[in-house]
Structures are given as structure tokens and as C-alpha cells.
């Protein structure tokens, strides 16, 4: 029975030990209150919360604290990669982490590191012992002094002062984009119009755009286009009107990223020309270009959001009446002053 006795005392203080161990590692795991506000892909707060627990901290999402973390998550795509910009706003402090991962998996473990590193400062400052706010006794008055001694002659040694180091450069945090995403692409296109004279017109264009970071700011876009007449003639002579101009227009997305419409201006020259044939000898006219364009596109991904198909349709107007005439003053066209044009092409973004 002794022995019996002598086993049961050990086992109770092994269990003792190990539940105060559990315990302590328990109380010891630090939490972090905290209003989640994430943008972007990747937004599982399960998975994020299970992150953060296998390294040693707690993630309690709130929905309104005075003393809760502010945790803003903003996540995008650059070159295949995602990224996520990370902002902590706690009392009196304001920190930005910037994150870059291949997956979704890979990317909450590296905001769960964060996140874990953050709790673990938060829990050092908080367990920082404060100053004592004790009053202190007064002490007695001081004795009357004794006389003082006579100073001994000492040697005087020079002092050497250190120059002052500059402070360090500070570091700007970046502010993440209000839109994420690619902001730039170029691409080009081949175009189809009809109804400015009584044939097609087809040729192709090159435009680049630009999309800024504010939401409420219209993209801009930039191109050339060229467009050549196809089997048009007047009195029985074959007639080659060609049309060069440059674009400049804005554009705003409709509803999705994917759909965006605007308005351009289209400057240039426009060049005809006819072949000699039976019916008299050929000739030339050029003249100014000017139109305005109301396009519509659809950008279409192609195996990456890197990568666009664009299908497009535009009205198109010239307001001056275009007479193309011979030197002999033989008409040499006949212009419109409305086309519809469409369109195909491929763009990349960066």
C-alpha cells in the first residue's frame, strides 16, 4: 500500500505539472481584437485565423472596439504573383506591411506571420512593468556641513567629444492603390467602318491607355490608326481614299471592369486618289481629318488577366463636309458624315 501510495502522489504531481504547463502556455499566447476589413482575392477568415493560432496567436475578429486594431487588407496581381498590402492601425500607431506570394495559401501564412509578430509586440508592451506612482517619505534635513576640505591639485586631462551621427533617413510608407490592378496597356487592333462612303473601310490601329489609381478619375488613351477604302469607285473609276489619324480620348468602366466606354477625338489626313482608266486620267485630293469617336469595348482574358481580347463598336462622326475634287474640278469622292466601325485586337496589361 505504501508504494501504491507513493504512485498516485507521483502521478497527481505530473498532472499538476502538466496542466500548469498547458495553462501558463495558454495564458502566455497573445491575442489580437481586431476589425477586419479585407479587399481582393484570398479572403478566408478561417483558414487566416487557423494560420495565426499554429503560430502561437489568437485572432478575434470584432465588429465595432474603441481599443480593437484597425486591419486594413488590400490584395492585387502583378506579373503572376499576388500582392497584399497590409495596414494596422492601433492607438497612437499606424504600421504598413507589404506581403508578395504565388498563392492563396502562401499569402495568408505570410499575413498570418505578420499579424503574429504584431500580437507578440503588442503582448511584450503591454507586460512592460509601469512606474511606481507611490509617494516616496521625505527625507530629514540634511546635517550641518562639515568644512570643506582644500581641493588637490589634479592634472587636467582633455576632453574628446564625439561628432553627432545624423539620423537615420526616414522611410515613406507607400499607399496602396484605391483600384488594383494593372494601370497600363497596349495593344493593337483591326477595324471595319461603314457608311462614310459607299463601300468598307479597313485597316488596322495601335493604342495604349492608362487607368490612375483614383476611382474617380477617367482612363486616358492614346493611338494611330489607318484606314484604306476597299473596291470603292464614282463615275467608273476606281478610287483609293485613305484616312491616317491620330486618337486621344477618356474612358470610365460600365458596371464591370471588363466593359468600358468614353469618348475620343480623331485628327489627321485624309488622302484619295484615282487610277486613269477610260472614263479620264487620274488625280489626287487631300484634305484635313477631324472626327469624334463614341466607342464601346469589351476586354475578354485570355489565360491571364495579363492578356485581353477586345471586341469593340464605335460611332464615328466628322462634322465638315469633305468635297474631294480632280484639278479640273471633277468630283473625286463622295464623303459621309457618320461611320460604324468595329473591332478586334489583343492588349496586354501591366
Same mark, same amino acid.
Given at each position: 500500500?505504501?508504494? /501504491?501510495?507513493? @504512485? ?26 481586431? /476589425? @477586419?476589413?479585407?479587399? &481582393? ?5 478561417? *483558414? ?19 481599443? *480593437? ?13 499576388? +500582392? ?25 501564412? *505570410? ?12 503582448? *511584450?508592451?503591454? $507586460? ?16 550641518? %556641513?562639515? %568644512? ?7 592634472? +587636467? ?15 515613406? =510608407? ?7 490592378? %494593372? ?55 476606281? @478610287?483609293?481614299?485613305? $484616312? ?46 477631324? =472626327? ?5 469595348? +469589351? ?30 474640278? &471633277?468630283? +473625286? ?18
Amino acid at each position: 500500500m505504501p508504494a /501504491l501510495s507513493r @504512485i498516485v502522489a507521483a502521478l497527481s504531481r505530473a498532472l499538476v505539472g502538466a496542466w500548469l504547463l498547458v495553462a501558463g502556455h495558454a495564458a502566455a499566447a497573445p491575442e489580437l481584437d481586431a /476589425l @477586419i476589413a479585407w479587399q &481582393g482575392e484570398c479572403d478566408d477568415r478561417a *483558414a487566416l485565423r487557423a494560420e495565426i493560432q499554429a503560430r502561437g496567436a489568437d485572432l478575434n475578429e470584432v465588429v465595432a472596439s474603441d481599443t *480593437a486594431v484597425k486591419l486594413g487588407i488590400v490584395v492585387r496581381q502583378s506579373a503572376g504573383n499576388l +500582392l497584399a498590402d497590409i495596414e494596422l492601425t492601433a492607438a497612437g500607431s499606424h504600421e504598413s506591411r507589404h506581403v508578395e506570394a504565388r498563392d492563396c495559401l502562401a499569402l495568408r501564412r *505570410a499575413v498570418a506571420w505578420v499579424l503574429g509578430v504584431f500580437a507578440e509586440e503588442r503582448a *511584450a508592451a503591454e $507586460r512592460t512593468p509601469q512606474p511606481s506612482t507611490a509617494v516616496f517619505p521625505v527625507p530629514p534635513p540634511p546635517a550641518a %556641513p562639515a %568644512p570643506a576640505p582644500k581641493p588637490a591639485t589634479r592634472q +587636467l586631462t582633455p576632453r574628446v567629444t564625439r561628432p553627432e551621427q545624423p539620423p537615420p533617413p526616414r522611410v515613406k =510608407a507607400t499607399r496602396p492603390c484605391a483600384a488594383p490592378g %494593372p494601370r497600363f496597356s497596349l495593344g493593337s487592333e483591326l477595324l471595319l467602318g461603314a457608311g462614310f462612303v459607299r463601300a468598307a473601310s479597313l485597316g488596322p490601329a495601335l493604342i495604349g491607355s492608362y487607368r490612375p489609381c483614383a476611382r474617380w478619375w477617367p482612363g486616358f488613351s492614346v493611338g494611330v490608326s489607318e484606314l484604306v477604302s476597299l473596291g470603292y469607285e464614282v463615275d467608273a473609276r476606281a @478610287i483609293r481614299l485613305e $484616312r491616317r489619324a491620330g486618337q486621344l480620348g477618356a474612358w470610365l468602366t460600365l458596371g464591370l471592369p471588363e466593359l468600358r466606354g468614353g469618348l475620343s477625338l480623331e485628327a489627321g489626313r485624309l488622302h484619295a486618289a484615282s487610277t486613269t482608266s477610260p472614263a479620264g486620267p487620274g488625280g489626287f485630293s487631300n484634305a484635313l481629318w477631324l =472626327a469624334f469617336a463614341a466607342p464601346l469595348e +469589351l476586354d475578354v482574358p485570355l489565360f491571364s488577366s495579363a492578356l485581353t481580347a477586345n471586341l469593340g463598336v464605335s460611332g464615328v462622326y466628322a462634322p465638315l463636309r469633305y468635297v474631294l475634287r480632280y484639278a479640273t474640278a &471633277g468630283e +473625286l469622292a463622295r464623303l459621309g458624315h457618320f461611320e460604324l466601325r468595329t473591332a478586334i485586337g489583343l492588349s496586354g496589361h501591366f
